[in-house]
């Protein structure tokens, strides 16, 4: 989750976003609350205290990059905010109407697992836009590469705990930020 520091900082020093794309920023920061509330409900420290980083991480590059956005990725941010404020809240909202262990566990899981597909799924969105132009700027690929390590070894530690919650979307986010690797070797900036 510190890959993006050093982009951010400087399109803070610059003060152009140039082709960063800020939305995989803040898909991390909903990301890692999911994987946080999931982590609290099922007492996995281990799960909890790995997100605070890329929750802080996302916000801060999130919000570095916002006040240098065009209009259109200034809105989508808003939306994602917006979005992940509402899902935890009606997802909470859920978890204590069931008052049940077992389903409980269940709704964080499956939150947590679709806010991790949108997250992995970002830098997918510009992949259209690498082949077009040609050039991978628009991916970050520190991130990229460090989301793949991070997925496979997130993938091993569901596989020892046998949680599949874990254990299956990290290694398809594994998979999906190999993929925009061979994008960016494919289409150098």
Not at 7 to 15: D, P
Not at 41 to 46: G, L, S
Not at 53 to 66: A, K, Q
Not at 77 to 87: E, G, M, Q, R, T
Request: with cysteine; net charge positive; glycine share 8%.
């Amino acid at each position: 989750f510190l890959s993006p520091l050093p982009t951010c900082l400087r399109v803070a020093k610059r003060g152009y976003l140039g082709d960063v794309n800020a939305l995989p920023f803040a898909m991390m920061a909903a990301n890692c609350a999911g994987w946080m509330f999931y982590g609290a409900f099922i007492v996995d420290y281990f799960v909890y205290v790995a997100n605070i980083p890329g929750l802080l991480g996302g916000f801060f590059y999130t919000l570095t990059c916002f006040r240098f956005s065009k209009a259109a990725a200034q809105n989508a941010l808003i939306a994602i905010a917006l979005a992940a404020a509402l899902v935890f809240s009606l997802v909470g909202a859920a978890d204590m109407a069931v008052a049940d262990p077992a389903a409980s566990k269940t709704i964080w899981g499956a939150t947590a697992v679709a806010v991790l597909g949108v997250y992995y799924a970002a830098p997918l969105a510009t992949l259209a836009k690498v082949v077009r132009e040609r050039s991978s700027a628009s991916l970050h690929w520190p991130l990229c590469l460090m989301n793949a390590v991070n997925g496979t070894l997130w993938f091993a530690y569901g596989l020892a705990l046998r949680d599949m919650f874990i254990c299956a979307p990290n290694g398809v986010g594994a998979f999906f930020n190999v993929v925009c690797l061979g994008f960016c070797l494919a289409f150098p900036r």
